[in-house]
């Protein structure tokens, strides 16, 4: 596939996008090092927790590696173990931070080796380590990810109950010197004492008591001092969208905006955003436990897009972030992989529906005729507006509906969602309501409306859908209602096309139910169809389909086939199919899905010049 100088695809699709681009390999030292931080700590866990470990045959290796310091072994062991596994993470994603406490750490050990034990192995070991961090110091240059400090709260808990578990395997590993037979308890109670300095009440024979006391204690105090760390660290906060960023934006979108049905998605304020050179093109962005995610194409002139593409992988270079985008097009794929030497994967397709081509008449559109039918036949009545055209009252209903109607505590959305319904600068955003006029509505808060669907706009001749909600009480068929009203209305609007949901892995569903379909891609069907008992996989093509629509196919871009797991974990975090974040009531609140009167003020002759009413 070839782009001309507008950006027009011309010419056949190439299999560039499908076959496997392999990038530049990630340095190994970092990797080496972390690796070996984590196995070291846990053989020092070992060491100091279990008593039959400490003269096995891993007993000459566990005494060259730090933690093992004279009559105080099992608490430094213990607490080194825990301080390098912390570390191996940082050091493997070339955090700079962890590189300085790892070669502040190391030189301490090897001082303590020779100090209480007078280990000159064990000195070598430390010592040849850190020369080896320092020779690659320039490797381990990362930047901090954004943080907060809600953190400590989450260290405390997570390194607590941590601490608390280990502390229990501590106190009941020596059975043959426990006095009497403690109840858990008994143990429970031992462990938290000990955590805090104190003496418990299980009592054990000999020497025992001091390894057990100093582990404990050691263990309370690595959880404190990390805790307090966290808390007193200075924050630094996610890339948000600003009110300049969003003006740039939306000028953006309003030269090069029907390029992609997912370019009003770039507005939400939960995104980061890196623009390129000459300002001409940007990437939107949010970084999801250590994955900068990109969703969609870039933004902009096409001739503009590797320059932002080059700022996004500088970022996610400078922070040590996994490179990823999710759902862009055959062209946006072809140029990522083209770019920057990634892969790209077929992710699944989008449904586009050309508003000329859309009729409820023949045999294919029955279902779909007789369900809107039998639903106006029921007394309801549908109304498709552009949101500037929606007075105020009724747009805090609507608001207050879907946000009452929504089935999950969590928003659901990044890709194809926006986040928000009604703000003054989302003008152009399309709003289709049902209506039973007539119904008794004195208990309802929300009067006769009965379902919402929402879509953004897609160039000057298009919309996307956002959002679909629908009262509970309600008959079923309300979203196909809506959808044939606003495709119906569509020309009203001057719409001449439509982007519904997306459908994952559409082309393996379509394939594998067709007959002659191999054993493999039957399986792989089965898979998808018992998946979609908790992600929609079936139920969203199934409704795709049934608008007849042709099929866009959509991509992953991403670096490594290792990442594969990381970065679908952290979609589907961003997406909020998995929330991994703190409760409800203890979880920050940004202005993601709120009003700026001031950005629209500036916006708002934007456009009205590319967009007319």
């Known amino acids: 596939m070839s782009v001309t100088q507008d950006g027009d695809k011309s010419g056949s699709v190439p299999h560039a996008v499908r076959r496997v681009v392999r990038g530049p390999r990630p340095e190994a030292v970092p990797a080496l090092v972390g690796t070996a931080c984590a196995v070291v700590g846990l053989i020092d866990i070992a060491a100091g927790v279990f008593p039959r470990f400490r003269h096995s045959r891993m007993h000459t290796l566990a005494e060259v590696l730090p933690g093992a310091l004279g009559p105080f072994a099992a608490a430094l062991s213990l607490s080194a173990g825990v301080l390098l596994l912390l570390l191996a993470h940082g050091l493997k994603r070339h955090k700079r931070r962890a590189w300085r406490a790892a070669v502040v750490l190391l030189p301490a050990g090897a001082a303590a080796q020779f100090v209480y034990r007078h280990s000159v192995i ?25 943080r907060s400090r809600w953190r400590a709260l989450a260290n405390f808990v997570l390194l607590g109950a941590g601490s608390l578990g280990l502390g229990l395997v501590i106190v009941s590993v020596h059975p043959g010197h426990v006095i009497g037979n403690p109840s858990i308890a008994d143990r429970l109670q031992h462990v938290l004492y000990g955590m805090l300095g104190f003496e418990g009440p299980v009592e054990y024979a000999g020497v025992t008591s001091w390894t057990v006391a100093y582990s404990l204690g050691a263990l309370g105090l690595l959880t404190a001092i990390t805790t307090i760390y966290f808390a007193l660290r200075p924050e630094h906060p996610a890339a948000r969208l600003t009110e300049e960023d969003e003006v740039r934006l939306r000028a953006l979108l309003g030269g090069h905006g029907g390029r992609d049905s997912l370019g009003h998605f770039a507005l939400r304020r939960d995104k980061g955003v890196v623009f390129s050179p000459s300002g001409k ?14 969703s969609g194409d870039p933004i902009g002139d096409v001739e503009a897009w590797p320059g932002a ?3 996004f992988m500088d970022e996610a270079k400078a922070h040590s972030w996994t490179p990823a985008v999710m759902g862009c097009s055959e062209t946006g794929g072809e140029v990522w992989t083209r770019e920057t030497g990634l892969d790209a994967l077929e992710l699944g397709d989008e449904a586009v529906v050309d508003v000329a081509d859309f009729s409820l008449a023949g045999r294919a559109m029955r279902n779909v005729r007789q369900m809107v039918k039998r639903i106006e036949r029921g007394g309801y009545e549908t109304r498709v507006r552009r949101v500037r055209d929606l007075d105020g009252a009724e747009l805090d209903r609507i608001r207050r509906a879907a946000a009452d109607w929504r089935g ?20 152009d955003c399309v709003i289709a309501t049902a209506h039973k006029p007539g119904e008794h509505t004195a208990g ?27 009262d509970r009480s309600a008959d079923p068929g309300m979203n196909e209602l809506l959808i044939v009203a606003s495709l119906q209305d569509a020309p009203r609007l001057g719409i001449e096309r439509v982007s519904l949901n997306f459908a994952m892995f559409r082309s393996a569903l379509a394939r594998g139910e067709k007959l002659g379909a191999g054993p493999v891609l039957r399986v792989w069907r089965g898979l998808l169809i018992f998946l979609s008992r908790w992600f929609q996989i079936e139920s969203l093509y199934k409704f795709n389909a049934k608008f007849r629509p042709r099929w866009e196919p959509r991509f992953v871009v991403y670096r490594s086939s290792r990442d594969l797991p990381r970065i679908s974990f952290a979609a589907m975090q961003a997406e909020g199919f998995v929330n991994v974040g703190l409760p409800r009531p203890f979880a920050r609140r940004f202005p993601a899905a709120g009003p700026r009167p001031c950005a629209h003020a500036a916006v708002r002759s934007q456009e009205h010049g590319a967009h007319p009413a």
């Open 408 to 427: 999950t505590d969590t928003e659901r959305g990044f890709s194809m969602a926006l986040g928000r319904i009604g703000d003054p600068a989302d003008g």
């Open 309 to 311: 593409i080059e700022r």
């Open 122 to 146: 064990g000195t070598v070991v430390s010592l040849t380590l850190c020369h080896l961090l320092i020779r690659h110091r320039s490797e381990f240059a990362a930047l901090p990810d954004p």
């Open 281 to 294: 093109a940007a990437v939107c962005y949010r970084v999801v436990s250590g994955v900068m995610l990109a």
């Open 444 to 470: 309802s808060p929300y009067g006769d409306l009965k379902a919402v669907i929402h879509f953004v706009p897609w160039g000057t001749d298009g919309m996307s859908l956002e959002l679909m909600r629908r």
